[in-house]
Structure formats: structure tokens, C-alpha cells
């Protein structure tokens, strides 16, 4: 798997392409360097952002406040910032996916 994943002073950040409105909640693949995640969840009113922070936080073990949507609000490519992640225990964690 290849991302791009960026150090900063408190965690990291992670390119992700979501596919909303798909038949399961699921880690795809990449894209570009970008983690591919389908969602079952619709794109309206921001409930695919808030779907997206909290299948993360359940796949990565991690608090739903330890993530924080950075850019890309209404695009399907999204960074995140995760706290509290370096890129290697971000990349540990996502390498069963």
C-alpha cells in the first residue's frame, strides 16, 4: 500500500478518496497515494464526513475528537489529521486493510 502520509507536530495527516453511497463500509484500496474508503452513508449534509470520522476511529482504535477533517469538506478527496498517529503507526495499523 502506498500513501502519502505527512508528519506534523502533534500526529499526521492522511489523503483519502471516499466513495459515498456504496454497498458496504470498507477500506478499498489507494488512489494517488490516497487511502479508498466506500461508505454506505449518502453525501448530504455532511453525513458522509461524519460517517468517514467514525469508521476511522473504529478501524484505527483511535477517539472520534483524534480526528479532524482538514480539507476537502464536500469533494470526494479528503485530508485528515489524525492525533496522536505517527505515519508508521498510522500505516501499522491500516496494513491488514
Partial sequence: MSLTL???TNGCTL???V???ARRNAITGT???ALKISL???PADGRANAALIAFLAEHLSIPRAAIT???G???RSKTMHLEGLTPESLTAALEPA
Fill in 6 to 8: 505527512r508528519a506534523t
Fill in 15 to 17: 489523503n483519502v478518496r
Fill in 19 to 21: 466513495h459515498p453511497g
Fill in 31 to 33: 488512489h494517488d497515494g
Fill in 40 to 42: 454506505t452513508t449518502p
Fill in 69 to 71: 477533517l482538514t480539507t
Fill in 73 to 75: 469538506a464536500t469533494s
